[in-house]
């Protein structure tokens, strides 16, 4: 809020002073009602910027400065994570001011913001019409590595990889393109990244209990299962040899859900540090191509 308070008393300073005839006050003008909404979006104040730019349109609709605040206003709602507001706002922002500069910004973040509410290909058909329409853009570049992004969430490795070659294809001397470069690369050594198999780490703990988890890397939880499905195991035994059949079930089958349990689990760390390594995957692309969502 300094900042705010500062801005206020600058503007106060920098205005014409009313001679001593005049009634005291502050002369708004679009310059003014802008960086008010400014002021407020800097300081994350999101719901108040989009009211002062609202005030903008409305005090003011002959304004140039009407094409500004119609963009902010849907800025905020995309930096407040009001997703689904963002997306009528850049949406209606193209219907409105379809030659306007922001335009290629506004398709790019439409997309973003349907990622935002997790519609990947209303995401895609965004960005696309980014590239069609302003392929020399910066929006229209980062909308071709934003679908790169997209086809490898979708598990389309081979589309991700077309996305970054027609990237490399259309901007040959892109500051991005040797990053572009280098993710292909890593694409290409991943190509058929490790895996484990989560049938392999269930019969593994079937036979010995915990060693589907030690297999899938989860070697903790493998110790674990291994003497808690011992001790059951020990006990249904003892028990059996003494000839305390009752023991003996109730032991046993307190212990078969567990010994169940240790095959299921087994087949879940498998599963899940094949997820992993996928994520990471992804994760080190993102960083390359400097696309985040």
Known sequence: MNRLILLVVALLLIL?????????????TEEVQLKLGDA???EGEYYRAITEYKKLIILFPASRRVEDAGFRIAMAYYRGEEYEAAVRAFAAFQVNHP???????????????HLGLNRPEKAENSFS????????????????LGNSLIRFDRK????????????????PGDERAHNVSEAISLLDRNREPP?????????LSALIP???????GHYGDGITSFFLNGLFIAGTVMSVKQENYAVAGLVGTIGLPFYI????GAANAANRYNLGIRKDLRGQLSVMLDIQF
């Open 16 to 28: 014409p002073t009313p001679s001593h005839g005049e009634g005291a006050g502050i002369l708004l």
């Open 40 to 42: 407020f979006m800097a």
């Open 99 to 113: 030659g306007s500069g922001y335009a290629p910004q506004a398709g790019y973040y439409e997309g973003m913001s």
């Open 129 to 144: 019409r980014v590239v069609a329409t302003y392929p020399d853009s910066d929006s229209g570049r980062r909308a071709l």
């Open 156 to 171: 389309d490795t081979a589309g991700c990889r077309q996305q970054l070659e027609r990237y490399l294809a259309d901007y």
């Open 195 to 203: 895996q484990k198999s989560p049938l392999t780490a269930g019969l």
């Open 210 to 216: 915990g060693s589907g988890h030690i297999y899938a």
């Open 261 to 264: 349990g240790t095959i299921h």
